[in-house]
């Protein structure tokens, strides 16, 4: 059975659908009363661990918003489960064992992430069944650096010090880390694809807590082995799939995070969708960019501010519609639903005439 709406994967693929496709990060989640009313049963690691649930929370907000794309509902860090890392979800992320010195580097244990964290792929296929070709899914995880950060930092971090001692302190060790690491998400990312996700993307919610600089040095070189060897892979009897590179605080490092030749690059709430076009040409396809903070305002506001954003993608190859970064739990979905109707209203640019030879 073929897609009954390609629109999201046809704009990945530098094509101009009929209209704008939209989808959100975090679209499956607790701003809507129905999850919450799952999650009230179930711990959150249990729900991701559990093939239907996962695949029930993920299907729900294609049914009362419209995206144009399902999201796989999963964690980017339960790929520690192929490491014999611990992870608690307090709601946030801790690590009770934190990875900061070389022996804790050294005797990581690398495993297998198709293998071991099968309940990922069991979901993948169960989502696959429950969307029935409506819309693509999309699969996903932390870019080597996210990762790493919360591996070294034990949780999120105002100021990353334990992740930057380790960088200026130890270089040659943080690098080891990161190319394993790498290593590791392609595995588990290449198993989500072969399990039947659409298209896929890495998430660096981390990479604005360093500066250009180090960021250049100490991160480029690993996302780009990561999308690269992604990229390379192509499923049985499938199109390859797309990959999407979203980098959170990335105003000052969009120039380099576009050299790595993601098919999509996601752009955050922090710059201007025009300005971030000129930075990374027209030639490229790009996703977002609306300040999730924007749909706690009146419905108006959301409708002006979706479509100027809109207009603004028109001047790139093609253009996906998202939040600049994770909606908010406090989201009214009805705000969401405004938002989403607001990008399908929008008029889009025309499919570009290629020259004749």
Not at 69 to 87: C, E, H, K, P, T
Not at 141 to 164: H, M, N, Q, W
Request: charged share 20%; aromatic share 6%.
């Amino acid at each position: 059975m073929s897609l009954q709406n390609t629109s999201f994967l046809d704009a990945c693929r530098g094509h101009r659908p009929e209209r704008t496709p939209v989808w959100l990060m975090r679209q499956a989640g607790r701003y809507l009363p129905e999850y919450r009313a799952i999650r009230a049963k179930v711990s959150f690691l249990e729900l991701c661990r559990t093939p239907e649930l996962a695949a029930e929370v993920t299907v729900q907000p294609i049914d009362r918003l419209g995206v144009d794309a399902a999201i796989l509902f999963s964690d980017i860090l339960v790929v520690f489960d192929a490491m014999d890392v611990a992870v608690e979800f307090k709601p946030g992320p801790v690590l009770p064992q934190p990875v900061r010195t070389r022996a804790d580097i050294e005797g990581l244990r690398w495993g297998d992430p198709v293998a071991e964290v099968s309940y990922v792929m069991d979901a993948v296929r169960a989502c696959k069944r429950a969307l029935a070709d409506r819309v693509p899914l999309i699969g996903f995880c932390g870019a080597p650096f996210t990762t790493c950060s919360y591996l070294i930092e034990g949780g999120g971090s105002r100021d990353f010090l334990e992740v930057k001692k380790l960088i200026f302190s130890a270089p040659e060790l943080f690098r080891q880390l990161m190319a394993n690491m790498s290593a590791l998400l392609a595995d588990y990312l290449i198993g989500q694809i072969d399990a039947g996700v659409d298209a896929v993307q890495i998430f660096d919610s981390w990479a604005g807590a360093l500066g250009p600089r180090d960021y250049v040095e100490h991160v480029l070189p690993h996302t780009r082995a990561l999308v690269e060897r992604v990229q390379a892979h192509v499923p049985a009897g499938r199109e390859r799939v797309p990959v999407i590179l979203f980098a959170r605080g990335n105003a000052n490092l969009l120039a380099h995070t576009a050299t790595i030749p993601a098919d999509v690059l996601g752009v955050d709430w922090s710059i201007g969708m025009s300005e971030a076009i000129d930075i990374v040409g027209p030639e490229r396809v790009v996703q977002g960019n609306l300040d999730p903070g924007v749909l706690l305002g009146p419905k108006a506001l959301i409708h002006a501010r979706a479509q100027e954003i809109v207009a603004a993608g028109a001047r790139a190859k093609a253009h996906v519609f998202n939040l600049g970064h994770g909606i908010s739990r406090v989201t009214d979905p009805e705000h969401a639903k405004a938002m989403v109707d607001a990008v399908h209203e929008a008029p889009t640019a025309k499919p570009r005439r290629h020259a004749r030879l």
